[in-house]
């Protein structure tokens, strides 16, 4: 299992957005469908594969206040803390490309403008055998 934990940015600055980070166990299954997405974007020569994902958790939990983490490492109580501060989206998707993944979901009852973006992940960090990444 891979626990990751990224930032998360609006892509209209204006809107008050309150969902500030991403967290999500990957299992070693959702793993492998992440490499092989991945290879299938290199084998059809397209940009980006993207799906439907539901398996992350949205949250109002900042990443900023996540200085007190020693070397990344994401405990399971602050794991608990994020779900507590989660928030409901709209059509959360998984976005892969050759060398790298990300999470994007709508602001719920948004419009286009109000797409929320996690970091891109690179494909190589999920096949190493480091239990956790935190991109801020």
């Not at 974007?41 to 949205?58: C, N, Q, T």
């Not at 007190?68 to 490309?97: Q, T």
């Amino acid at each position: 299992m891979k626990k990751i934990l990224l930032s998360v940015t609006c892509a209209n600055s204006e809107v008050n957005n309150e969902i500030d980070s991403f967290y999500i166990e990957l299992s070693e299954k959702q793993k492998k469908r992440i490499i092989q997405l991945a290879d299938n974007v290199s084998k059809l020569g397209v940009f980006v594969i993207a799906e439907l994902d539901y398996s992350g958790e949205w949250s109002k939990w900042s990443v900023d206040s996540a200085d007190f983490i020693p070397d990344g490492v994401i405990y399971n109580k602050l794991a608990v803390e994020i779900v507590k501060l989660g928030v409901d989206v709209g059509v959360p998707m998984l976005r892969v490309k050759a060398d790298s993944f990300q999470f994007t979901a709508q602001i719920k009852h948004g419009t286009d403008d109000m797409l929320l973006s996690t970091r891109q992940v690179s494909i190589d960090s999920i096949k190493d055998n480091e239990s956790y990444i935190n991109l801020d």
